[in-house]
């Protein structure tokens, strides 16, 4: 039972991330302190050093997480359409829709690249894109995979920021959708 000025969060750490979540949103993924992740959650300053023991825990484990969404992404838009281009699409869709994760994805200076499970995570991404890659272009898979998430992955930074033109219009979807077909008839 829970006494007049505590409060009980049933999964902390979820709790922790998804302020971690909201933080990075408003600020970008250095624009917030443990102190503040824990204001924001409404728990004690010291709850997130329990749960993360500093800030590059928290970003290894939004990293970890980001990466495990990635795959599970890219893998259902495999199975469910059986098309690179869908995947790459996937790709984008996941960047725009979680682009705090995305934003710490790749900056590895900012979490601990060595963690097992964000390893296991981020490999399991990648295989997702290699096994696209190789659907469409046995040979050459490195080459192929290379120019696959660079366009990708450029394409929803590009968005992201802002710096495409205006007349691309408003869905990012369809705009993906033309940019990897030019890329799948390219391999």
Known sequence: MST????????????LLDAAVTAITDAGPAGFSLRELARRAGVSHAAPVH?????????????????????????????????????????????????AHFEVMFRPELYRTDDPALTTARERA???????????????????????WSL???????????????????????AARTITGMLTKGL
């Open 126 to 148: 990648n295989e997702v894109l290699v096994s696209g890659v190789r659907s469409v272009r046995p040979e050459g898979v490195e080459l192929g995979e290379i120019a696959a």
């Open 4 to 15: 007049k000025g505590s409060y009980h969060h049933g999964d902390l750490r979820r709790t």
């Open 152 to 174: 990708v992955h450029g394409f929803a930074t590009l968005w992201l920021s802002g710096a495409l033109p205006a007349d691309l219009g408003r869905d990012p979807e369809s």
């Open 51 to 99: 749960h993360f023991g500093d800030k590059a825990g928290v970003l290894t484990a939004l990293a970890t997480e980001g990466f495990d969404k990635l795959a599970e992404t890219l893998a259902e838009a495999a199975e469910r359409t059986g098309s690179f281009a869908e995947v790459g699409v996937a790709y984008v869709r996941f960047a725009i829709g979680h682009r």
